[in-house]
Structure formats: structure tokens, C-alpha cells
């Protein structure tokens, strides 16, 4: 969930994997990378769990892709990554129903905080990862904000655009749930910016639908209208915008 894949030293395998994993081309993504080193399982995990959470499918195959990033992982930080996205897959499952994978996700993610240090680069996607825990099923907003804005500031230090774009998203939303609505509108504005600017066309249609949220009419109905589009294109991705794109009778 982070990492733009956009700037001009890039290689050209990573380009090409951004540009099918912003287009939610995820399966074809992962294909192109190569298996044998531990980061690009991880990085292979990483793309097939992110699939799962905006499509709900592929679950076994996420699953297959952590155990060989597990096992090819040498290092703490590497093991760390791998706790990580074991984490995200239990919280993806258990948000969408699949099964109650909570436990799961919360001791994954305090092992992955005992093996990532404070400071390291995986260490933002972590402390992300740990709010959505608290807000989706701990039920906790202030300590998912407390998180979100570690991940915020490590993110911002980093130089981590699309998880900038995340934290962005989830403060204003916590935010609009406190009626605090122009700081919710300036936060949706900065995930859409930067969103538009990196082409995470997957991520835009929800950008502009939570924008939506804060704006008036005629302008809510365009940015939804927009939103909409968007979301046809990719084929109803991701699944869990279409309750929020439905019209209000």
C-alpha cells in the first residue's frame, strides 16, 4: 500500500507493476515479478492482499503468497513485512465477512512492532495498518488517530506519497464523523491530489466519493457522478464503494 512506483529513476519492472496495480491489475502485477528473493514475495504478498481487500477474491491466493514470503524472509525487518501483511490479510477477512480473523490480525501486527524499528521505512505502513485495526473493529477512534498521524508524520518524512494519500483519507473521515467538516474536506482534497498526481486510479473513484461528502450541491452530485464513472470502469473496484455511490430514495 505504498511506494508510487512513478518516479523517474525508477525501473522499468516496477513502473510496469505500478501501472497494472494502480489500474487494480493486481494478478497481472504480480506475475511480473520474479520469485526466489524475499522482497519480491513480499512485494508479490503485498499486491494479492491489497486485491483481496478491494475485490474480495483471491484469498487462497494472498495466503499462498504470504507462507513463501514467510518463509523466504531472512531479516527482522523482512519478518516484520511479512507480520505485516499476514495482519492486513486476518483485518481484510474479517471486514468483509469472510471469517473472524481479528485475533489474528491484532498479534500479527504487535509482532510485526516488535520487528520493525521505529524509524524504518516499513514502520509508517505499520502504524497505518494498526489504525484501521482500531477504527474497523476495535471500535476505537482516538487510538486509530493517535496512529494514523504516527503513520501520517513517518510517511511525510519518508517521502511515502500513496500512504500520505491513505492517512489523508482516514483523518478527514474521523474528522467528518466529529462534524469537523472543513477539515474533512481539506484532507479528502489532499488524498484526490495526490492520488491524481501518482495515477492511483484504483483509489480515485473513493477519493472523490468521500470528498463528495463534504461538498454542497451541485457540486456533491458531480464529484459522485465522477466517482461513479470511475468505478465502472474498473469493473465495480473496489466492491465496498458501490453502498456508498447508491442513490438516496
Same mark, same amino acid.
Given at each position: 500500500m505504498s511506494g508510487s512506483g512513478t518516479t523517474s529513476d525508477d525501473d522499468p519492472l516496477q513502473t510496469a507493476v505500478w501501472r497494472l496495480r494502480s489500474r487494480a491489475c493486481w494478478t497481472d502485477a504480480a506475475a511480473l515479478l520474479r520469485a526466489g528473493t524475499a522482497a519480491a514475495a513480499l512485494q508479490r504478498t /503485498?499486491?494479492?492482499?491489497?486485491?483481496c481487500l478491494y475485490t474480495e477474491k483471491g484469498w487462497e491466493e494472498a495466503e499462498d503468497a504470504l507462507r513463501t514470503a514467510e518463509a523466504q524472509a531472512q531479516t527482522d525487518e523482512e519478518r516484520g513485512a511479512a507480520a505485516c501483511e499476514r495482519g492486513q490479510l486476518a483485518y481484510a477477512a474479517t471486514l468483509h465477512g469472510v471469517r473472524d480473523r481479528a485475533d489474528e490480525a491484532r498479534a500479527a501486527l504487535g509482532r510485526a512492532a516488535a520487528l520493525i524499528p521505529p524509524g524504518a521505512t516499513g514502520r509508517a505502513l505499520l502504524d497505518f495498518r494498526r489504525g484501521l485495526l482500531a477504527e474497523n473493529l476495535a471500535r476505537s477512534p482516538q487510538a486509530a488517530r493517535a496512529a494514523y498521524r504516527r503513520a501520517h508524520a513517518?510517511?511525510?518524512?519518508?517521502?511515502?506519497?500513496?500512504?500520505? /494519500?491513505?492517512t489523508w483519507r482516514h483523518l478527514a473521515g474521523l474528522a467528518l464523523r466529529d462534524g469537523e467538516t472543513a477539515e474533512a474536506r481539506h484532507g479528502f482534497s489532499e488524498s484526490l491530489r495526490i492520488r491524481e498526481e501518482l495515477g492511483y486510479l484504483v483509489g480515485t473513484a473513493p477519493a472523490l466519493a468521500s470528498l463528495a461528502d463534504t461538498e454542497t450541491e451541485?457540486?456533491?452530485?458531480?464529484l459522485r457522478a465522477e466517482a461513479g464513472r470511475l468505478f465502472r470502469l474498473l469493473g465495480g473496484v473496489p466492491t465496498w464503494l458501490a453502498a456508498q455511490l447508491a442513490p438516496v430514495v
Open positions: /503485498s499486491l494479492l492482499v491489497e486485491r513517518s510517511a511525510s518524512a519518508h517521502g511515502d506519497a500513496l500512504l500520505l /494519500s491513505f451541485p457540486e456533491a452530485s458531480r
